[in-house]
């Protein structure tokens, strides 16, 4: 019997030493974004930590502006979808899914997420365009805690204050320095949201 043998690989034709896409290019970035802010975003350095040449990056993108435009929607519909999916409440489950969010959003686990949030925040800070994205997301962010406070009774005013107080916390809370490994900071949190909630 005989075997067919394959032929061996052509040595003209180099397989690139990474294979990167439009999104592998966004995710670097974002991870640039969290570490080092809007002004570390260059070219240059995404592509030598890819370990690639700038003309990888010029295949999927027309400028660094493209890159931060596609980095900035990202963020928006990674944002906007997941605050929807924290705070989807099963009826009567209202008040049990706005402690979830308020615990998601001020767990340990949660720190890339915050470092990508600031980042983007002070990206806003100077850019209108930015700007405008972060108002949206904030707004969609509190429209969706409003409606789970709206359901448990509430007037629409303190609807709107207690989920104002909601990401007040959550995002204050990240920016402190405190003993997160003190035994009672799962009892001080729980209290929190109990005073936030109202329950």
Not at 154 to 161: C, G, P
């Amino acid at each position: 019997m005989t075997t067919e043998r394959k032929a061996p690989p052509s040595r003209t034709a180099k397989t690139p030493r990474t294979q990167l896409d439009r999104n592998d290019w966004i995710e670097g970035a974002i991870e640039v974004l969290a570490d080092q802010g809007v002004a570390g975003l260059r070219v240059e350095v995404l592509a030598k930590n890819f370990g690639v040449t700038k003309g990888s990056f010029y295949w999927h993108f027309k400028d660094r502006q493209d890159l931060l435009t596609a980095v900035l929607q990202l963020w928006k519909e990674g944002r906007l979808r997941d605050i929807e999916k924290q705070a989807t409440a099963e009826p009567g489950k209202e008040l049990e899914q706005i402690h979830h969010v308020i615990d998601v959003y001020s767990a340990v686990r949660n720190r890339k997420g915050i470092s990508i949030e600031l980042a983007v925040r002070d990206w806003a800070r100077h850019d209108a365009v930015v700007n405008v994205v972060v108002e949206e997301v904030d707004a969609y962010r509190l429209e969706c805690t409003r409606k789970l406070f709206l359901t448990l009774g509430l007037s629409d005013d303190e609807a709107q204050a207690r989920s104002i107080l909601v990401f007040a916390y959550v995002f204050g809370h990240s920016l402190m320095s405190y003993d997160r490994n003190n035994p009672k900071v799962s009892e001080f949190k729980r209290w929190i949201a109990e005073r936030i909630t109202g329950r």
